[in-house]
Nanobody
Framework: DVQLVESGGGSVQTGGSLRLSCVAS????????MAWFRQTPGKEREAVAA????????SYVPSVKGRFTISQNKVNNTMWLHMNSLQPEDTATYLC?????????WGQGTQVTVS
């Protein structure tokens, strides 16, 4: 099994920045997909940024392109989401996800509030 633990959420003013971290532990061999999702009450969970580890490719939802950057350290199984120019619409619970092709394992989430 794989465990994911997020950290780094908080409250920030419009235009500010935050960095979220996700540490993976357990049987992490073979994981090829890591991603950040976000969820707000009453809305579907949205994939914000994804990283395909074998090809070192990243993808982003259009609303965060140019503002958010996903990155990883393969050695210590850590993934980050650098978020700049935060807007109130970025307010959500951000969840780390991992898997082989898509998300299988999920973290508990960390709250980001922009006001």
């Amino acid at each position: 099994d794989v465990q994911l633990v997020e950290s780094g959420g908080g409250s920030v003013q419009t235009g500010g920045s935050l960095r979220l971290s996700c540490v993976a532990s357990g049987y992490t061999n073979g994981l090829n997909y890591m991603a950040w999702f976000r969820q707000t009450p009453g809305k579907e969970r949205e994939a914000v940024a994804a990283l395909y580890i074998d090809g070192d490719r990243a993808s982003y939802v259009p609303s965060v392109k140019g503002r958010f950057t996903i990155s990883q350290n393969k050695v210590n199984n850590t993934m980050w989401l650098h978020m700049n120019s935060l807007q109130p619409e970025d307010t959500a619970t951000y969840l780390c996800a991992a898997g082989y092709v898509g998300p299988i394992y999920w973290g508990q989430g960390t709250q980001v509030t922009v006001s």
